[in-house]
């Protein structure tokens, strides 16, 4: 089931949001965790412009927002595992790192051979990843500070090097996703988060897709 955000965006703030985004802006988004800082993918400069917001060193790559697991499978390649990983757990706190498509051009920092992506279970984050497509997006907070549950907390952190700022209240969740990659059969948590890794391993453990 969707969260609902404690406070729906109107039509025109999802709308100017995404003007912003496709205008090489940065927006600060709310998700089903924390809020986020989003930028497009496919601006050079406006991945740049979120580096620098963020004061996040480039080696870390950005994952990326989707809306659904038809845009993911354009992003990177999932096998039989990463694939019955989303049927159960997205939308939801998982971040699957996975191998990126080599047709894929877009420069979103660390090594380039590797994605991690996300669907939200947020209707507010999904109503607007329907109209922009996959956002790059990082959690809205200066490196190493506390992340952002509410809109005011991102503001205070970003200030005016985020060009709008869409509120849909206090987060339902506080703690950020688990950020996962699977390798010969197991689990490696890269961050722990929301998302135990024991669930995500009996799963798969009782699927027949881990050892």
């Known amino acids: 089931m969707r969260a609902a955000p404690a406070i729906k965006p109107a039509a025109n703030d999802l709308a100017q949001a995404a003007a912003a985004l496709a205008a090489g802006q940065l927006v600060v988004i709310p998700t089903d965790t924390v809020y986020g800082l989003a930028a497009r993918p496919d601006q050079t400069e406006a991945i740049e412009a979120l580096f620098a917001a963020k004061q996040r060193p480039r080696q870390s790559a950005l994952p990326l927002l989707v809306a659904n697991q038809d845009q993911a499978a354009q992003l990177v390649r999932l096998d039989r595992a990463n694939r019955a990983l989303l ?4 939308p939801g706190p998982l971040t699957l790192v996975a191998l990126r498509r080599p047709e894929l051009t877009w420069d979103l920092g660390g090594s380039g051979y590797s994605l991690a992506i996300r669907q939200p279970d947020h209707l507010a984050t999904l109503d607007l990843l329907a109209l922009t497509g996959p956002l790059a997006v990082s959690s809205a907070n200066l490196s190493g500070q506390a992340a952002a549950t509410t809109v005011e907390q991102a503001r205070a952190q970003l200030g005016g090097a985020v060009d709008f700022y869409l509120d ?12 996962v990659r699977l390798e010969a059969g197991r689990v490696h948590v890269l ?7 024991a669930d995500i391993a009996d799963y798969l453990h009782r699927r027949g897709l881990a050892g």
Do not use: H, I, K
């Open 191 to 197: 961050r722990p988060g929301a998302l135990a890794r």
């Open 168 to 179: 849909a209240g206090p987060s339902p969740g506080e703690v950020p996703s688990t950020v």
């Open 87 to 90: 049927d159960q757990f997205w």
